[in-house]
T-cell receptor, first 112, second 115 residues
Framework: SQKIEQNSEALNIQEGKTATLTCNYT??????LQWYRQDPGRGPVFLLL?????KEKRKERLKVTFDTTLKQSLFHITASQPADSATYLC???????????FGPGTRLSVLP | DTGVSQNPRHKITKRGQNVTFRCDPI?????LYWYRQTLGQGPEFLTY????????KSRLLSDRFSAERPKGSFSTLEIQRTEQGDSAMYLC?????????????FGSGTRLTVV
């Protein structure tokens, strides 16, 4: 069955450092991979999308890579700030279905 | 337009009661989705509408669950004869076109507690 794993449950880093979050998947061939941010008690907020034929995408301090051979995506936040503290979810989608399959999320804490 | 709106934000109900949640998507978005999220997990897909047509349903959506989207605008999700296992955050999302191209816009969710 399809399985998505993300880092450990929680990641603590110092302010100013680069946070790297991992999304690994098995038994799936996604056409799209998305990253969302979720704050406590709120719905996820869309951050970035990367397609299977793209290696890397950037948006401001965010960078996503997608390696379909390793079945892995890496999500980087450079120059991290305490305001970046949240849970980050990866989500995989195909060209055929309308819904995305979400990973369990990684809770990031950026310490001042 | 202030985004996807969900009501109520919180609902506490006794086991066996029926509950109904409402979602108002972004007006330009023709696609609407319901997801369920439990603590420490990512959202799980329940069902999808394109305009007023319900085009996809997850096996998670038992016979006690029903969703509607009359006139292709707002949507309701009803749970009949609630069970404690139904306790979760119910999230509504909408998209303009395929979510693979633009991503979902989620609402803040309705947190259901069944006691």
């Amino acid at each position: 069955s399809q399985k998505i794993e993300q880092n450990s449950e929680a990641l603590n880093i110092q302010e100013g450092k680069t946070a790297t979050l991992t999304c690994n998947y098995t038994n799936y061939s996604p056409a799209y991979l998305q990253w969302y941010r979720q704050d406590p008690g709120r719905g996820p907020v869309f951050l970035l999308l990367i397609r299977e034929n793209e290696k890397e995408k950037r948006k401001e301090r965010l960078k996503v890579t997608f390696d379909t051979t390793l079945k892995q995506s890496l999500f980087h936040i450079t120059a991290s700030q305490p305001a970046d503290s949240a849970t980050y979810l990866c989500a995989l989608g195909s060209n055929y279905g309308q819904n995305f399959v979400f990973g369990p999320g990684t809770r990031l804490s950026v310490l001042p | 337009d202030t985004g996807v709106s969900q009501n109520p934000r919180h609902k506490i109900t006794k086991r066996g009661q029926n509950v109904t949640f409402r979602c108002d998507p972004i007006s330009e978005h023709n696609r609407l989705y319901w997801y369920r999220q439990t603590l420490g997990q990512g959202p799980e897909f329940l069902t999808y509408f394109q305009n007023e047509a319900q085009l996809e349903k997850s096996r998670l959506l038992s016979d006690r669950f029903s969703a509607e989207r009359p006139k292709g605008s707002f949507s309701t999700l009803e749970i009949q004869r609630t069970e404690q296992g139904d306790s979760a955050m119910y999230l509504c999302a909408s998209s303009f076109g395929r979510p693979g191209d633009y991503g979902y816009t989620f609402g803040s969710g309705t947190r259901l507690t069944v006691v």
